[in-house]
């Protein structure tokens, strides 16, 4: 007769040393921490199943407790220096001991951290240890994929926020020599102005043992000890201004040469204009706008930027009969798109001439609100 297994079961327990390096910019990273981790993962697992003490010795030292935290357990310590990681936990045997089970013995071989994940983005500019994502670029979607690794356990890529996972791809297999692991951003799945973490690991086992036969075991499943390289970074995905700011001014800070009302080129125009109306804020440039009387009406074309229209950027055609003026008025003044060419529109503003021999029109804009 075959044995089912318990609607609580062991999926997969063991040991890993890890090395963690953070990724700051294309093709470099820069060493954080190692860490020794043990675990107990199963389904449905509850605070009492098999055991409310899940630990793991070796000769010399231990016993080393799993906590249960949300379904699963965990031992975890971290370490500056592999000098340090291996004086706590030397490269030898250790026994598993799930409830009172006979042990499961895992080894730490001779060193065998996989080469350290590297991942290639498709998109987006690093910026002071970051990878900066423009709105267009979130819409549009991109790709990761590491470099080879030379272990021979699993990769993983995974690309996620608190809120929601994005890309989560494993190759279970034993990918041996060489082999790549890469994920796809769908277009439109980062939030403007959101922060998604970005993890590659690389696996390799030094030790695995079979669990069947073990009464709290799932069918196929396994110890491992294994060695493991992480990668890890920070995508932010920018606002169109912050985009924009970079692009043209080589920074996302609001602030010196590139502050919305600084005037980056000296030629009259603040920066935060430049945005509004699709003007380059490093070049010296001239507005292009027209006044032109037809009847008694006066009309005011000016340039639009469609993705900083798109993105709340709000303009208001004012006019005055006096300077300076403390009378600015919007009435009457009706706006219509002249031409569009995907980025930049011509608008037209239609507003009453008045009955005195002079009006002053003016563009004003108002920026859109950073989301808090
Ligand atoms: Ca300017």
Redesign the pocket.
């Given at each position: 007769m075959v044995s089912l297994a318990p609607a609580q079961s062991v999926s997969v327990l063991g040991l890993t040393k890890t090395r963690h390096h953070d990724q700051t910019a294309a093709g470099t990273t820069a060493f954080y921490e190692y860490s020794l981790r043990g675990f107990v993962e199963g389904q449905s697992l509850s605070a009492s199943f098999p055991s409310p003490s899940n630990r793991f010795t070796r000769s010399g030292g231990g016993p080393y407790v799993l906590g249960y935290v949300n379904g699963r357990w965990d031992y975890e310590e971290f370490f500056s220096s592999k000098a340090l990681l291996d004086a706590a936990f030397p490269n030898t045997s250790y026994d598993f001991l799930v409830g009172a089970s006979p042990a499961v013995s895992l080894t730490f071989a001779s060193d065998g951290y996989p080469t350290q994940p590297v991942i290639t983005v498709s998109a987006g500019t690093w910026h002071q240890g970051r990878l900066l994502i423009s709105p267009a670029q979130a819409a549009s979607g991109f790709t990761l994929t590491s470099n080879p690794s030379n272990g021979n356990g699993f990769l993983t890529l995974q690309v996620f926020s608190s809120a929601t996972d994005i890309v989560d791809e494993v190759v279970t297999l034993n990918p041996g020599l060489d082999a790549t692991i890469s994920g796809t951003v769908p277009p439109g799945s980062l939030e403007i102005q959101q922060f998604y973490d970005v993890h590659a690991e690389f696996d390799h086992v030094t030790s695995s043992a079979s669990l069947t036969g073990q009464t709290w075991a799932a069918p196929n499943s396994f110890g491992y000890a294994l060695f493991s390289s992480n990668t890890w970074f920070e995508i932010e995905v920018l606002n169109e201004l912050t985009a924009w700011r970079l692009q043209y001014l080589g920074t996302i800070e609001n602030t010196g040469t590139a502050a919305d009302d600084a005037?980056?080129?000296?030629?009259?125009?603040?920066?935060a204009m430049?945005f509004a109306t699709g003007q380059h804020?490093a070049t010296r440039g001239v507005l292009n706008t027209s006044v032109t009387r037809t009847g008694g009406n006066v009309e005011f074309v000016y340039p639009r930027n469609v993705a900083a229209f798109a993105a709340g950027t709000e303009y208001f055609v004012e006019w005055s009969d006096s300077l300076p003026g403390t009378s600015w008025s919007t009435v009457g003044v009706v706006e219509e798109v002249q031409s569009d060419n995907g980025t930049l529109q011509q608008i037209k503003a239609t507003l009453p001439a008045g009955t005195g021999n002079k009006r002053f029109v003016r563009l004003r804009i108002t920026l859109p609100a950073p989301i808090e």
């Open positions: 005037d980056a080129d000296g030629d009259g125009i603040v920066n430049e804020p």
